[in-house]
């Protein structure tokens, strides 16, 4: 698995990191976010649903575990497992009947580790006394290749 890093500056940056990203997704690709409370994620998944011309309002589904946005293309579902304790509760909610035809974004992904079938891992670390954000890459999976994302992201250099 290879991964790189970009580090964003505010959440204006955080946004349009994955609205460069978010052309190279489609139905069926799954990506997890990681990452301590206020890292970034949410603000990752405005970015993304923004790119692909979602109009509605993009909230944090902690609440309601998950959110699906209206774009021009797919929908996509966000999910956030933060407040979801085993992964047979989460298999009751039967999100995963879903997955085929969304772009799905899970905030707290990594929570069980290998459960998942992620196309894409960004991990957010804040760094301290500072607005900036640390973003790691990975793309554990055959399907996306790292090098085409990071090209994408030139605009930030790490």
């Known amino acids: 698995m290879k991964e790189f890093q970009f580090v964003s500056g505010s959440e204006e940056e955080t946004r ?15 990506i997890v976010l990681d990452g301590e409370l ?3 994620k949410t603000c990752f998944v ?8 979602c109009t509605g309002e993009v909230t944090s589904p902690t609440f309601s575990i998950a959110n699906f946005y209206r774009t021009t293309g797919e929908e996509i579902l ?9 992964t047979g509760e989460y ?18 992904g990594l929570k069980f580790p290998g ?3 992620a196309s894409l891992v960004v991990s957010f ?19 996306l290749d790292v090098e085409k994302l ?9």
Request: hydrophobic share 40%; aromatic share 10%.
């Open 16 to 30: 349009e990191i994955a609205s460069l990203l978010s052309p190279l997704f489609r139905a069926g690709d799954v």
């Open 38 to 40: 206020g890292a970034g």
């Open 46 to 53: 405005k970015g993304f649903a923004e790119a692909r011309g």
């Open 78 to 86: 966000h999910v956030d497992l933060y407040r979801v304790e085993t």
């Open 91 to 108: 298999e009751d909610l039967g999100l995963e009947d879903y997955f085929p035809r969304v772009v799905t974004l899970v905030e707290w």
């Open 115 to 117: 459960w998942l079938d």
């Open 125 to 143: 670390r804040r760094e301290a006394g500072s607005d900036r954000r640390v973003m790691t890459f990975r793309c554990p999976g055959e399907r």
């Open 150 to 158: 990071a090209s994408r992201l030139t605009l930030f250099p790490c």
